[in-house]
């Protein structure tokens, strides 16, 4: 098991950046594939963007394509997601997300084990 502590969110203009991290604790980190998701009131948790386990492969939302970005440094068991030119409709809580099982890159929930409490994102129109 590995313990996630997202931060770095908070309130942001729509066209605004902001960068959230990922810390991971527990156990070794570049051995886990890294996922983001994210949650809106009222909406299902859906999938954001995620990272393999050496950062060479990454996938994201259709939604977020060309304006999110997820790295991670293995030497500093850290996760990040680069958010920019931000919507109003990218408000939700954002969660990192820890899969220490499947070699291929994981876009669902069920695919990950551990996960963090949360970091809040809010873009204003």
């Known amino acids: 098991q590995v313990q996630l502590v997202e931060s770095g969110g908070g309130l942001v203009q729509a066209g605004g950046s902001v960068r959230l991290s990922c810390a991971a604790s527990?156990?070794?980190?570049?051995?886990?594939?890294m996922g983001w998701f994210r949650q809106a009131p009222g909406k299902e948790r859906e999938f954001v963007a995620a990272?393999?386990?050496?950062?060479?492969?990454?996938a994201s939302a259709d939604s977020v394509k060309g304006r999110f970005t997820v790295s991670r440094d293995n030497a500093k068991n850290t996760v990040f997601l680069q958010m920019n030119s931000l919507k109003p409709e990218d408000t939700a809580v954002y969660y990192c997300a820890a899969d220490g099982f499947w070699g291929t890159l994981q876009i669902t929930t069920s695919g990950y084990n551990d996960w963090g409490q949360g970091t809040q994102v809010t873009v204003t129109s």
């Open positions: 527990g156990r070794t980190f570049s051995g886990y594939a």
């Open positions: 990272i393999s386990r050496s950062g060479d492969r990454t």
